[in-house]
């Protein structure tokens, strides 16, 4: 491997870039999320940066309920990022459908539309069990790229 491609493959695994994406939450499992931004916990510290772009991202971060308007969406999304890839389902809703898990429209949790690395349960789930998600996840990234 030549030294460019190695210094992209650290610099990936030392300074991820997350997209977050809300199939449809309460909005409970979003607060707690972007609350990892905040100066209180203040993830920017570790090179853990949130992008808007798809193609620039490493890590997906999903909350909410997969419901069939969404699903195409959520997989779309999936499908723009580079690999390797990291997927992180948050909160009850993202893990199973959560309270919603019955209702007519919905599809039930992420991974029944895009295959997921790490499970993050809690209603809504605090923001250090989400900051230990997004590390096992990097964990599982770099061993994905090693292959």
């Given at each position: 491997?030549?030294p ?6 650290t610099s ?7 997209l ?5 939450s309460c ?5 707690e ?5 905040t100066p ?5 510290r ?6 808007g772009?798809?193609?620039?991202a490493?890590?997906f971060?999903v ?7 969404n699903?195409?969406v ?5 499908d723009q990022?580079p690999?390797?890839?990291a997927?992180i389902?948050i ?5 199973s459908?959560?309270?919603f ?24 789930p605090k923001?250090?069990?989400i900051?230990?998600g ?5 964990e ?8």
């Amino acid at each position: 491997m030549n030294p460019i491609s190695q210094f992209i493959k650290t610099s990936r695994i030392k300074s991820p870039w997350v997209l977050h994406f809300d199939c449809g939450s309460c909005n409970g499992c979003d607060i707690e999320t972007l609350a990892v931004l905040t100066p209180v916990y203040d993830v920017e510290r570790f090179g853990i940066i949130n992008v808007g772009n798809p193609k620039h991202a490493d890590v997906f971060l999903v909350t909410g309920t997969v419901n069939h308007r969404n699903k195409k969406v959520l997989k779309n999304l999936y499908d723009q990022m580079p690999e390797p890839k990291a997927v992180i389902a948050i909160g009850a809703c993202g893990l199973s459908g959560g309270v919603f898990r019955e209702a007519p429209n919905v599809v039930g949790g992420v991974d029944k539309v895009i295959p997921v690395d790490v499970y993050v349960p809690g209603c809504p789930p605090k923001p250090e069990a989400i900051i230990d998600g997004v590390v096992k996840a990097l964990e599982l990234f770099a061993a994905k790229q090693e292959q």
